[in-house]
């Protein structure tokens, strides 16, 4: 006989208690943040409180996924309506009439020609997708990425990963051949890289390009570039505006296929465009989404061209993909950037945050460069005497902004960047009250570590 599992309701037991369980039965590999980790039990607009009470602003919003924010009344009552219905799940042997009206939106606003779209669970199931209509399309067993990119968890996505820290396996199904792209934002720049201009760089990394395809691989053999407009895990680093599109042409003189994966950047997060993908000017074969597409519902997708998503062999089923309560949120959330116009304020917000951090990043010995765009922007935490990367202390901006009631991310090629990326709904108040924490605890944070250079 089974006995009673201990603590199932999230009030039991203190935090460290709750704390030990989770180390006992979850992998190592997962990692949680802060040196005494919190839940999270409830939460409203741009803000959530903890298990002891504690309120913050959260700049982080679920890894990008809470796009909207907590509690969110259309969202909430688009899938209370679903539930009440009794038909939390069917598969897509069955017709869903919420994931054919998400379709519908999400092929018209791709804008990709004849566009379809297939439902998946996350972005790395999406990834997984585009890679296969890729290799099928194009009958090549070779993939281009980015270096420092991230792509997933599974064994292609990991494969095409181009971020040493998130390999979990050297092994791969498909040769990949790593370009260029945001190199001059790495903490190890390539000679030569950093200080150029962006169109000069831009016309390197395009020589590169033609190199590989010269030398490494021949492009018959290559089905598609996978990248992403900016690097999530990868520090929020950017290729220069136009790259992607100068790769572009090259790979169409190959009839070599492009993958943009938005999952993070989709959905106007960057502000200037509704995808970020859109900042180079170009229209990609397939696109993929994840992340914020149904405000922290599990969903996932691709949207390619109609030729590409018809062209797979055998049959295919979704069993939880595009499934009615996911696609009942991810229509409301779509409908609610749309109408209110989420777009123009992320870009609005950024405009407040990024040359505010900017400044007070300019005199602080412990800062490095800070970039981004709207609502997807970062930090890189230094040491002061060596301007290397410092995770310790960007390990410490994370405590020191938590302890003033702000959650940010962390991530990037030296674990030394901050990463942050609110919910879209993020109020002038609200902006302006993070950035001045931000700034707060980066003065902590520089003193801190000037004294104990001091003490040295």
């Known amino acids: 006989m089974f006995s009673p599992l201990p603590g199932r309701s999230r009030q039991t037991g203190s935090m460290p208690d709750l704390y ?3 180390r006992a039965v979850i992998p190592n590999w997962v990692a949680t943040y802060y040196q005494q980790p919190i839940e ?8 959530v409180t903890d298990a002891a009470g504690r309120s913050y602003l959260d700049f982080f919003g679920g890894i990008l996924t809470n796009m909207l924010g907590y509690d969110v009344p259309e969202v909430r009552e688009a899938v209370e309506r679903q539930i009440a219905s009794g038909v939390v799940h069917t598969s897509t ?9 998400l379709a519908e939106k999400v092929a018209r606003l791709s804008g990709i020609p004849d566009a379809k779209v297939f439902f998946t669970n996350s972005g790395t199931e999406a990834n997984e997708t585009a890679l296969l209509l ?9 993939v281009l990425a980015l270096r420092n990119s991230y792509h997933g968890r599974s064994f292609g996505a990991v494969a095409v990963t181009g971020n040493a820290g998130w390999k979990q396996s050297s092994l791969a199904p498909f040769g990949v051949h790593y370009l260029h792209g945001t190199d001059r934002q790495l903490p190890a720049h390539r000679p030569g890289y950093l200080d150029m201009p962006d169109a000069a760089y831009i016309e390197a990394c395009v020589a590169d390009l033609r190199n590989v395809l010269a030398t490494v691989a021949r492009p018959a053999d290559i089905a598609c570039l996978i990248a992403e407009p900016i690097q999530g895990v990868g520090g929020f680093t950017m290729p220069p505006d136009g790259l992607l599109a100068a790769y572009q042409e090259v790979l169409d003189e190959h009839g070599i296929l492009f993958i943009s994966d938005e999952v993070q950047t989709g959905w106007g997060r960057t502000g200037e465009h509704f995808w970020g993908i859109g900042a180079h000017g170009v229209t990609p074969d397939a696109m ?4 914020g597409t149904a405000n922290g519902f599990a969903i996932g997708g691709v949207v390619a061209r109609g030729d590409l998503l018809d062209g797979l062999r055998g049959n295919g089923v979704s069993t939880f993909g595009g499934n009615p309560v996911s696609t009942a949120a991810a229509n409301a959330t779509l409908d609610y950037v749309l109408s209110h116009d989420l777009q123009a304020n992320a870009a609005a917000m950024g405009q407040i945050i990024i040359p505010g951090l900017r400044d007070a990043a300019a005199g602080c010995a412990v800062a490095g460069e800070v970039r981004g ?5 970062a930090l890189d935490l230094v040491d002061p005497a060596t301007s290397a990367p410092s995770p310790a202390l960007a390990a410490r901006m994370l405590e020191e902004t938590k302890a003033r009631g702000l959650l940010i991310g962390k991530g990037g090629l030296g674990g030394n960047t901050l990463r942050m990326a609110p919910p879209l709904t993020l109020s002038e108040p609200e902006a302006r009250e993070g950035l001045a924490i931000l700034i707060d605890a980066l003065h902590a ?3 801190g570590a000037a004294s104990e250079e001091a003490q040295r």
């Open 93 to 101: 042997l069955y017709l869903i009439r919420s994931q054919v009206e």
């Open 20 to 22: 030990a369980r989770h």
């Open 445 to 447: 944070v520089s003193a």
């Open 134 to 142: 890729a290799t099928a399309a194009r009958r090549a067993d070779q």
């Open 373 to 377: 765009k709207g609502l997807m922007f």
């Open 288 to 291: 993929t989404f994840a992340k």
């Open 40 to 47: 999270l039990v409830s939460g409203k607009g741009c803000r």
